[in-house]
């Protein structure tokens, strides 16, 4: 880190809060994309929360029933409020940001929304979405009660900012059933990116969602840009170069990465550089040991040939063994329409399964996974079995 860099990142903090601290009051249209949300779920919502939303995209429509949600940097509460009545009154809400007056407003809208509703499942947390272990609010009732006037007392502030972390975290590892963002993260400065994409991998539960909406660039911005900081602010300089992001969600251990949605005509462009609004949605699950099951997938096509994110490579038609963990993740959603599952004949108890090399991809021969011993003549189905329902053959 060099000398100038905290410096730096205190100007970009301080632009952040100030632009944003005036848009919850008076509406910036600079700050927004056009964009179109269901009208039912606005109903409930006060008028003054749908003034001051500054989005770029619908990360909300990713959101199920029962879900818990995370929505970083969540503002006003627009997302939360929205995502609130598809989770019902069996969800969970938590929108987290470290705007003061956007959470004020947020605050003070949501028993409005609970009224609205009849049930009230969003709560708001002051935070650091790179830093989802501490509490801002909490820290702050530390401080009233333990001031900091000397070196010591900032030892100990120190001290009880790791206590809170550890023993009061905000957001508790593997929490979160879906991360949702509309147009935040490109507000979080450059050294932090790699912790937030972290932070979020950590919170969700295996098998969690992510549905970010942010704004990216279609080139590296130059420095004197990202030093600009209404262009900062403005969801502009501090976008992520488009593969940055993916790349990011990549390292952090996240898959089935894929753009869900992606503007047509740039939000901005300054000096030939276009920056759009981007969806990107992702998945986490694949961790863990692999086991061999004596499964294979076929992938069904177009494509000649395809690439999953732990380097497996299907051809079209083509039996691929894999593990029991691979099966598992590529008959399920999103893969599931593009593939055709091929369990074994006779289950491998979980017990008896031996370790499997996933390192490689290879053919399953059809007598893997129906047995050596594999000898029937006959029918395989039921008559008319072959046939779509309400017709003969």
Not at 119 to 141: E, H, K, S, Y
Not at 286 to 295: I, L, S
């Amino acid at each position: 880190m060099t000398p100038e860099e905290p410096a730096a990142a205190l100007d970009v903090e301080r632009a952040v809060r100030e632009r944003y601290a005036h848009g919850a009051v008076r509406r910036e249209e600079s700050l927004c994309c056009p964009i179109s949300y269901d009208p039912k779920h606005l109903e409930a919502i006060p008028p003054e929360v749908i003034e001051r939303d500054y989005g770029c995209g619908d990360p909300s429509r990713h959101v199920r029933e029962g879900d818990t949600v995370l929505d970083l940097g969540s503002g006003g509460g627009k997302i939360c409020f929205i995502a609130s009545q598809i989770a019902g009154p069996s969800g969970r809400v938590i929108g987290v940001d470290f705007n003061e007056e956007m959470l004020a407003l947020a605050r003070r809208s949501a028993p409005q929304v609970a009224g609205r509703t009849g049930f009230a499942n969003v709560t708001f947390r002051r935070g650091r979405i790179q830093d989802l272990r501490l509490d801002l609010d909490m820290l702050d009732a530390w401080l009233e009660r333990h001031p900091v006037r000397t070196a010591s007392d900032l030892s100990a502030m120190e001290e009880a900012t790791e206590g809170l972390r550890r023993e009061h975290t905000m957001i508790p590892d593997a929490s979160v059933d879906i991360v949702v963002s509309n147009c935040v993260l490109n507000l979080v400065r450059e050294a932090d990116r790699s912790r937030l994409i972290r932070e979020v991998f950590r919170v969700l539960k295996p098998g969690g969602r992510v549905a970010i909406s942010d704004i990216v660039s279609d080139e590296a911005v130059p420095e004197d840009l990202k030093a600009d900081p209404e262009l900062w602010s403005g969801c502009v300089s501090g976008a992520f170069v488009e593969q940055d992001l993916l790349r990011e969600m990549e390292e952090a251990g996240f898959y089935a990465i894929a753009i869900d949605a992606w503007g047509a005509e740039p939000f901005r462009v300054v000096r030939g550089i276009e920056f759009r609004s981007v969806t990107i949605t992702a998945r986490k699950g694949k961790e863990g040991a692999c086991f061999e099951a004596n499964q294979a997938i076929i992938y069904r096509g177009p494509w000649k040939q395809v690439e999953d994110d732990d380097h497996h490579v299907l051809r079209r038609g083509v039996r691929s063994a894999v593990c029991a963990k691979t099966f598992r993740i590529l008959t399920t959603e999103p893969y599931a329409h593009d593939i055709v599952p091929v369990p074994p004949l006779e289950a491998i108890p979980e017990s008896q399964q031996e370790p499997y090399d996933c390192s490689r991809t290879a053919t399953r021969h059809p007598r893997e996974t129906k047995g050596l011993d594999y000898s029937v003549t006959g029918a395989g189905n039921d008559a008319g079995a072959c046939c779509p329902p309400g017709t003969s053959c």
